[in-house]
């Protein structure tokens, strides 16, 4: 579904990616983890267009990204989440999710926000409040309910879990699988390397920069230098 060809990135004279190669299947989840500054969001950034990469190209079902505009890639099937959630404040949880949905006709949204309510049944419940009154959990699954809106084949994520208590990151990863398992394909970034290894199929490991390894979640559960920089003393 998506191709990443020695991808190449730099800003002014700092180069914040180089040659990096991934690829995600339709119907996988496929994680890229990392030490803050690795180069993950940029990889995101390049993907919806939001920075030029200097070499190499993305495909997305075939077709090379690089020749379109950020708002057009909606239209082909892809949607991020991006970090922080990036929600609007000072408009209700309703109007949110319709403005994932912006210029669909009113059946549509209606579909779509029953479809998110029944994903996410707290937001209901505050569906005309302001999104700024809601917690941080509540908050990053109406950020993820929006990218939904737009019925993605592709969902972008960067850094879901970020500032969550961890009882709410369970909650959100749940919800993540769900969404995968009614078949939408996922990227995510995420530093919760136990948790991402936990949902994903496949992972990409960036240093730098660069890709230094990959392979799928077991195997890099597995991996003993994966495991001392990234998990710790955690329990798989």
């Known amino acids: 579904m998506l191709e990443i060809n020695q991808?190449?990135?730099q800003y002014g004279d700092i180069t914040a990616v180089r040659n990096v190669t991934l690829d995600v299947y339709p119907?996988?989840?496929v994680t890229l983890l990392g030490s803050n500054g690795a180069g993950k969001s940029t990889v995101l950034r390049a993907i919806c267009r939001l920075v030029y990469p200097s070499g190499g190209d993305i495909t997305f079902n075939g077709q090379s990204l690089l020749t379109y505009e950020t708002r057009k890639l909606v239209g082909l099937g892809i949607a991020l989440v991006p970090e922080n959630r990036r929600i609007f404040p000072a408009l209700t949880v309703t109007q949110n999710l319709e403005m994932g949905a912006y210029g669909r006709s009113r059946s549509y949204i209606r579909e779509g926000i029953e479809e998110t309510y029944e994903l996410f049944p707290s937001l209901k419940r505050y569906a005309r409040?302001?999104?700024v009154g809601l917690s941080g959990g509540e908050q990053q699954m109406l950020a993820i309910g929006r990218a939904l809106m737009s019925r993605p084949r592709l969902l972008l994520l960067d850094e879901p879990s970020l500032g969550l208590a961890p009882m709410l990151v369970d909650q959100v990863f749940e919800k993540l699988g769900q969404v995968n398992l009614s078949g939408t394909t996922i990227l995510l970034i995420e530093q919760n390397a136990r948790m991402a290894?936990?949902?994903a199929n496949r992972?990409?490991?960036?240093e730098?920069?660069?890709v230094t390894s990959h392979?799928?979640?077991e195997e890099l559960l597995a991996d003993e230098q994966i495991k001392n920089a990234y998990l710790g003393m955690q329990t798989i």
């Open 215 to 217: 392979g799928t979640s």
């Open 129 to 131: 409040k302001l999104a």
């Open 7 to 9: 991808l190449a990135v």
């Open 208 to 210: 730098s920069g660069i």
């Open 203 to 206: 992972a990409y490991v960036m």
């Open 197 to 199: 290894l936990m949902l």
């Open 27 to 29: 119907g996988e989840v």
